[in-house]
């Protein structure tokens, strides 16, 4: 599962890291992107694009329920899906996520990242729906896959984490001509715990409201 992340970045540097040519809008950090925030992706293969998209969708069949997250199981053949997963495949850029790990007295928020807080890509869709009413909405969605040691240990109830794309799978993964299954799939996979750390953060973060840099500061009972 991924429901919390962290995009921190300038135009340049997301130019850079994923060969855009133009950004027509303007950036903003953001510490605790929440669901329903408006966030970059990038979007097509040569060029790369971005657009400004809203995080989850709204199908008609959850009477006003919002999906965040698909399963990297089901994207290739769920009827949600399966539409996104052949045409609109994106990439959600983004420096670190959040997870809550159960304890006995509580849930303990803890920042997750690739090393050194890189900037990266979770895979995603751009996904239209609509809504109980009729009405089309388009947004993006983040996939997820079976957690790895480190997640497993954190995530400790869903066993979830979402997909990390690498650089390799990054080129693969917005290619649309790339229709096949068994190449596609390959790039839905754990990225590995030797290349990401985590510690635990305030509970500051719980609430979307909050949205600045303390969010990210080590907490030490």
Not at 85 to 111: A, H
Not at 128 to 140: I, L, Q, S, V
Request: charged share 25%.
């Amino acid at each position: 599962m991924c429901g919390r992340y962290g995009f921190t970045t300038s135009d340049e540097e997301l130019s850079n890291r994923f060969d855009l040519e133009t950004i027509g809008f303007d950036l903003r950090d953001s510490w605790n992107v929440a669901p329903t925030h408006e966030m970059p992706v990038i979007e097509k293969h040569s060029p790369n694009a971005a657009y400004l998209r809203k995080w989850g969708v709204f199908p008609g069949f959850m009477k006003g329920g919002i999906l965040i997250n698909a399963q990297a199981e089901k994207v290739a053949t769920s009827p949600i899906w399966k539409k996104a997963y052949l045409e609109s495949r994106c990439i959600v850029p983004f420096n670190f996520f959040y997870e809550w790990k159960v304890l006995k007295d509580g849930k303990q928020p803890y920042l997750i990242a690739v090393k050194d807080k890189k900037l990266m890509g979770f895979a995603g869709l751009v996904v239209t729906t609509k809504n109980k009413d009729g009405e089309e909405h388009t947004g993006y969605v983040i996939i997820t896959t079976s957690a790895n040691p480190l997640m497993r240990e954190i995530h400790n109830t869903k066993h979830r984490m979402p997909v990390i794309l690498t650089k390799e799978h990054e080129e693969i993964w917005l290619n649309p001509d790339n229709a096949d299954d068994e190449i596609v799939s390959k790039c839905l996979t754990q990225y590995p715990e030797s290349d990401m750390e985590a510690y635990m953060v305030s509970s500051l973060v719980n609430k979307p409201a909050n949205n600045f840099p303390e969010l990210m500061k080590e907490f030490k009972e």
